[in-house]
Every structure is written in C-alpha cells, then in structure tokens.
C-alpha cells in the first residue's frame, strides 16, 4: 500500500503563508492525482486541491481560489501546497491525498491513499 507524509504545518498570523509538502512513494505518486483535503473540527472534509499526473488538470475548491497554488514534482514524488493571505477560516488539519481521477466534485469516499495529516492553524 502507497505512503504519502506530509509536512508543514503550523500555526500562522492571519495574512500571513504556509506552504505544506506531501512525500508519496512512487508507485502511489506516478499515476495519481494528488491533492489535499481539510477538515476542521466539526465539519465535513472538503476538497482544497487537486492536479494530476504530470501536472494536467488543477483543481481547487472555491474558497482557496486565488490564495492557493498545488504543484507537483516527479522527481521526488512529492506534491505542494502554497497558502498564502491566510485566513481563520482556513484552520483545520490538511490530508494529503491519492486518488484514481481529478474532478471538482470528488468525494473523499474516493480517495485510495491518505496521509496522516498536519495541523494549521490560523490565529488573528
């Protein structure tokens, strides 16, 4: 089974950037679209954002449009999150995730892989 570890985190001044890394074995990496899902207490997981293999087709969920970027990088399996002009709104504990396809509307219940997560926190 695929690996994905992420790192990151942290706890930052509203305004202020993060950026979270995602390390994937290769096998979970090559073929994946990789992602990243939140979840604050008391809420559902959402979908933040998504690309897929090869960097083709990029996804973000509508309240991080314009303040997050998602790249990915082959050469060391490992997917990104830039966040920036953060928000309280934007705590929660951000998932790395591996799915078969890349969609708007996909649903965590899709997901094959995750990772253990890593905590931000957005104090003002």
């Known amino acids: 089974q695929g690996q994905l570890v992420e790192s990151g985190g942290g706890s930052v001044q509203a305004g202020g950037s993060l950026r979270l890394s995602c390390v994937a074995s290769a096998h979970t990496f090559s073929d994946a679209c990789m992602g990243w899902f939140r979840q604050a207490p008391g809420k559902e997981r959402e979908m933040v954002a998504l690309?897929?293999?090869?960097?083709?087709?990029?996804y973000y969920g509508d309240s991080v449009k314009g303040r997050f970027t998602i790249s990915r990088e082959s050469a060391h399996n490992t997917v990104y999150l830039q966040m920036n002009s953060l928000t309280a709104d934007d705590t929660g504990m951000y998932y790395c995730?591996?799915?078969?396809?890349?969609?708007?509307?996909?649903?965590?219940?899709?997901?094959?892989?995750w990772g253990e997560g890593t905590q931000v926190t957005v104090y003002t």
């Open positions: 690309i897929g293999p090869g960097g083709i087709g990029i």
């Open positions: 995730a591996a799915a078969p396809w890349c969609s708007t509307t996909i649903s965590p219940n899709v997901v094959q892989t």
